[in-house]
C-alpha cells in the first residue's frame, strides 16, 4: 500500500512537473510573441520616420536648386522665352517640383512628360516674353504651398492647369 502510495505521489508530481512546463512553454510563447509584435510595430515606426526625412530631405535639396535656377537660365530677358535652353531650364525645374511633397499621381506621373512640353509651349505663346518669370514666380509659390504642409501644391496645379489650359489638346491616351 505504501509502495502504490508513493507511486502514485510520483506520477503526480511528474504531472504538475509536465503541467508546469507546458505553462513555461506557454507564456514564453507568448511572450515571443509580444515581442516579435513590439518588433514589427517599431520596424513599422523606424520605416515612416525613415519616410519622413526622406521627403524632408527631398523637399531641402529642391528648395535648394531652385534657389540656383538663374532667372536668365529660365529664359528671361532673351528671344523666344531663352528658346530651347529656356524651355529645357523650366522642364528640369517641373521635373524637381514633380518629386516635391507628395509628387504627382500615377495618372500625372504616366502623362507628366508630354504634360510639361506642351504645357509649357501653351505658356509661352499666352504669356509672351513674360513667361519666364510668371514661371519662376508660380514655382516659387509652389514651393511655399508644400513647405507650409500642402504636399500636393504641385499635383493640384498640374491638375487645374490641365482643365484650364490643355483641356482642348488632342492627343491619343492607350492603355
Known amino acids: 500500500m505504501l509502495a ?4 502514485r505521489d510520483e506520477e503526480d508530481a511528474r504531472e504538475r512537473k509536465r503541467r508546469r512546463l507546458i505553462e513555461e512553454a506557454n507564456a514564453h510563447t507568448m ?18 520616420t525613415k ?20 532667372l536668365e537660365g529660365l529664359g528671361i530677358g532673351k528671344n523666344n522665352c531663352g528658346g530651347a535652353a529656356g524651355k529645357k531650364r523650366r522642364a528640369e ?3 524637381r517640383m514633380a518629386r516635391l511633397g507628395l509628387g504627382l ?8 512628360g508630354w504634360w510639361k512640353d506642351r504645357w509649357d509651349v501653351k505658356m ?13 514666380e508660380w514655382m516659387q509659390q509652389l514651393t511655399a504651398d508644400v513647405e507650409g504642409g500642402a504636399g500636393n501644391a504641385f499635383s493640384l496645379f ?5 482643365s484650364r489650359v490643355l483641356a482642348d489638346e488632342l492627343a491619343l491616351q492607350v492603355p
Open 4 to 7: 502504490l502510495a508513493r507511486q
Open 31 to 48: 511572450n515571443v510573441a509580444k515581442l516579435k509584435a513590439a518588433a514589427e510595430a517599431a520596424n513599422a515606426e523606424l520605416k515612416a
Open 51 to 70: 519616410a519622413a526625412v526622406a521627403a524632408a530631405e527631398t523637399l531641402l535639396e529642391t528648395k535648394h536648386a531652385m534657389k540656383t535656377f538663374a
Open 93 to 95: 525645374v517641373l521635373d
Open 105 to 112: 499621381s500615377a495618372s500625372q506621373r504616366n502623362d507628366f
Open 124 to 136: 509661352s505663346v499666352e504669356h509672351g516674353d513674360a513667361w519666364p518669370r510668371i514661371f519662376a
Open 158 to 162: 498640374v491638375h487645374s492647369e490641365t
